[in-house]
């Protein structure tokens, strides 16, 4: 195992580490920017070492520094966290170079992924299902309007650099086919370095389901149940549950086993999820692969009792996972709500300002992943997610009753915060029924003279 592990990360899944490298008995090091010195990860962490400025190119996404910092501390791992550097492949390639275990998978299986279209003919030759559509990347728009007349349309165009909704067109008409396919080409060769694109059968009105996998270096990996992730804005989420209201026995099962089947088609170590859209039939597909540990694990966690963090780190220290997650049953229901430095009445805007005090709420099944407190000055360089507020209760009805009283315990005074929109939301009628979709938060109406 580990003796010392550092965390290239902030905020609260920085802590959310450190805590896991305690209870393991395995020194933390934190890293930090100048914003960030006086963050609860820099005063938690057995160590820390400043990597520059506040701007994240600065800091965060410094290799050479983190390198550097990991070297002098002599750790012999580094958590990537999400966000940052925890899918960028040089990185891992250079932790290897450097002997240190990056707590991820390697740069080869990052890049692989991180390649939308060559993921998705690597899952589908593992037997998932995929999307109708082209066979790797196209090479002209003739290409793309011959395949597109012939499916009918929709269809969607994305970009394989892509990912996360960024440089995808929805196209409905054949005469927009050519210019999308231009729009689409500049746009993600500016913004990846890489203008391929692929296209597929646009699936309307989609829930976005994801199958939380874990995978040992001994072969085995291991489904722990999904999570509905469908209540998104412009692709960030802000409410995930775990199960889905809609995933029947059978059906989470045929999930599963299609993800487990992806995954072991690729050697996948550590804990990863693949994503499905689920369509109006039942009918599920592959959509991406993320190799990181994500926001939204804690559900997870919630239903399976598995720290999945823990398990996380002992599968890339080489240990095998234990032979009983192969029958694991979900128990009871869990939510998570993003609580976010953002006014949900000025369109989200960010709203970065002193916490001037904070109160968490507490009692039976409520959980607070945060790294605020009284006083914290929230650094403007940074997402804006101030705390997870997770629940887990014998049923979903009883979840959002617990969520509901946890949120109005929940005072954060200072900041405009995302509180009052989640509060409006599980009251909603089609949300409590679970009659929703990836578009529901488009006409979902907030009320802000109900704050
Ligand atoms: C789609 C789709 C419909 N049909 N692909 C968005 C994020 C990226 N992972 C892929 N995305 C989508 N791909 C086909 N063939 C709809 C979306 C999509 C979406 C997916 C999940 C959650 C929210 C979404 C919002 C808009 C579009």
């Not at 170079?97 to 003919?121: C, L, Q, Y």
Request: with cysteine; net charge negative; aromatic share 8%.
């Amino acid at each position: 195992m580990y003796t010392k592990i550092l965390i290239a990360n902030r905020g609260e899944i920085a802590l959310r580490v450190i805590r896991a490298c305690r209870e393991m008995g395995i020194k933390s090091v934190a890293v930090f920017s100048e914003a960030d010195e006086l963050s609860l990860h820099t005063k938690f962490a057995d160590e820390a070492v400043c990597i520059g400025p506040g701007p994240s190119q600065l800091s965060y996404l410094n290799t050479q520094a983190i390198l550097t910092a990991a070297e002098l501390t002599n750790a012999d791992a580094i958590h990537p966290g999400y966000g940052f550097l925890a899918e960028n492949a040089d990185f891992a390639d250079m932790c290897s170079k450097h002997n240190v275990d990056f707590i991820g998978p390697d740069g080869t299986m990052i890049r692989s992924m991180g390649d939308k279209a060559s993921a998705k003919e690597t899952m589908k030759a593992a037997g998932v299902p995929v999307i109708p559509g082209s066979q790797g990347i196209l090479t002209s728009a003739a290409e793309a309007r011959r395949m597109a007349d012939e499916m009918g349309y929709p269809v969607i165009l994305k970009a394989t650099a892509g990912g996360g909704g960024r440089g995808m067109r929805v196209v409905y008409r054949a005469e927009d086919v050519a210019m999308f396919y231009g729009m689409a080409q500049a746009e993600s060769g500016t913004a990846f370095g890489n203008d391929g694109l692929y296209l597929e059968k646009y699936i309307e009105n989609p829930r976005h389901i994801e199958v939380q996998l874990i995978g040992d270096s001994h072969g085995n990996v291991y489904s722990l149940g999904e999570r509905e992730c469908s209540i998104q804005r412009r692709h960030q989420k802000l409410l995930e549950e775990s199960p889905s209201a809609v995933v029947s026995e059978s059906l989470r099962q045929a999930m599963s086993a299609a993800a487990v089947a992806g995954a072991k088609r690729v050697n996948y170590v550590g804990a990863g999820t693949i994503e499905f859209l689920l369509d109006k039939h039942g009918k599920f597909y592959f959509m991406e692969m993320n190799t990181r540990i994500q926001v939204e694990h804690t559900v997870s966690e919630e239903v399976t009792g598995v720290d999945i963090v823990r398990e996380q780190i002992k599968c890339h220290a080489g240990e095998k996972l234990p032979d009983w997650l192969a029958k694991l049953k979900l128990r009871g229901h869990s939510i998570e709500c993003r609580i976010n430095a953002e006014d949900p009445a000025k369109n989200f805007r960010p709203s970065p300002l002193l916490i001037e005090s904070v109160h968490f709420p507490g009692g039976r099944g409520i959980r607070v992943d945060s790294h605020i407190y009284s006083g914290y000055q929230i650094p403007p360089h940074y997402d804006s997610m101030l705390a997870k507020l997770v629940v887990h209760a014998p049923n979903r009805t009883q979840a959002i009753e617990r969520m509901l009283g946890a949120l109005n315990e929940f005072i954060i005074e200072g900041p405009k915060t995302t509180i009052p929109f989640h509060i409006q939301l599980l009251e909603n009628e089609r949300f409590r029924k679970g009659n929703f979709d990836t578009h529901f938060l488009e006409s979902f109406k907030y009320d802000p003279s109900r704050e």
